[in-house]
C-alpha cells in the first residue's frame, strides 16, 4: 500500500525552463510535507518542506504547492540548472498527536536538465 | 555534510551472515530513522527510534533488529543475511520525529 505517490519515473527539462515534479498521498492523516533531492552515492538532502496549514512555501528557485482537497503537491524549479539533475523524493509525515510520527517517502522522480 | 555518521560505507558478506550497521544522529536530534534502498526502489521506512523508543515500525524483516542507546546512536542488526539484502541502508535523524530528517551517506550492503 503506497502511501505517498510520485508517478513519474523521470523527467527531462531544458536548462532555463520550469521543472514541476508532481506527488500524490492517501493518507488524510499526513499534515507535513517534505521534498529531498538524491545525487548517486549520496544520501538524500533536504531541500524544502510545507505544513498542511499552507498551501504554498518558497525558497530560492524552489516553490512547494500543496493541494489538500486532492491530496496532491508540486515541487517547480525555477529557472531549471544543470546541477538540479538528480533524484527528487516526495515524503510526507503525520504529528505524534496522529499517532503516526513517520517519514513514508515515494519512489522518486529522477529530472533531467537538457543543455 | 549532512552531520549524520553512518559506518561502514561499504560492507560485503555471505549469505547466512549478520552485520550491524550503525549510526550517529546530528547534535541535538532525538529521533533516529532507518531506510532501506534496494535497486530502482524508493526509500523503504525500516524503524524509527525517539530518544531511545521505538516509536514506529515499518516493513522490517523479522530478522532485522534495531536499537538507540542513551547516547542516541542507533544500530541496525541484520541477520540471516539473504541475496535480497543487499541494499542501501540510510539512517536519518530528526529533531521531533517528523519534520526535516537528515541523512547519512549510507552503507551499501553487498550479500554474496
Known amino acids: 500500500d503506497q502511501q505517498v505517490k510520485q508517478n513519474s519515473p523521470s523527467l527531462s527539462v531544458q536548462e532555463g525552463r520550469i521543472s514541476i515534479l508532481n506527488c500524490d498521498y492517501t493518507?488524510?492523516?499526513?499534515?507535513?510535507f517534505l521534498w529531498y533531492k538524491k545525487y548517486p552515492a549520496e544520501g538524500p538532502t533536504f531541500l524544502i518542506s510545507?505544513?498542511?496549514?499552507?498551501d504554498k512555501n518558497e525558497d530560492g528557485r524552489f516553490t512547494v504547492f500543496l493541494n489538500k482537497s486532492a491530496k496532491h503537491l508540486s515541487l517547480h524549479i525555477v529557472p531549471s540548472q544543470p546541477g538540479d539533475s538528480a533524484v527528487y523524493f516526495c515524503?510526507?509525515?503525520?504529528?505524534?498527536?496522529?499517532?503516526?510520527?513517520?517519514?513514508?517517502f515515494g519512489k522518486g522522480t529522477r529530472l533531467h536538465i537538457l543543455p | 555534510d549532512s552531520g549524520v555518521t553512518q559506518t561502514p560505507k561499504h560492507l560485503i558478506t555471505a549469505t547466512g551472515q549478520r552485520v550491524t550497521l550503525r549510526c550517529s544522529p546530528r547534535s541535538g536530534d532525538l529521533s533516529v530513522y532507518w531506510y532501506q534502498q534496494s535497486l530502482d526502489q524508493g526509500l523503504q521506512f525500516l524503524i524509527q527510534?525517539?530518544?531511545?523508543?521505538?516509536?514506529a515500525k515499518g516493513n522490517i524483516l523479522e530478522r532485522f533488529s534495531a536499537q538507540q542507546f542513551p547516547d542516541l546512536h542507533s544500530e541496525l542488526n541484520l541477520s540471516s543475511l539473504e541475496l535480497g539484502d543487499s541494499a542501501l541502508y540510510f539512517c536519518?535523524?530528526?529533531?521531533?520525529?517528523?519534520?526535516?530528517?537528515?541523512f547519512g551517506q549510507g552503507t551499501r550492503l553487498t550479500v554474496v
Open positions: 493518507n488524510s492523516m499526513f499534515d507535513y
Open positions: 515524503a510526507a509525515s503525520a504529528s505524534w498527536m496522529n499517532r503516526d510520527d513517520k517519514i513514508i
Open positions: 527510534y525517539y530518544n531511545g523508543e521505538e516509536r
Open positions: 536519518a535523524s530528526s529533531v521531533d520525529g517528523y519534520t526535516e530528517a537528515f
Open positions: 510545507i505544513s498542511s496549514i499552507k
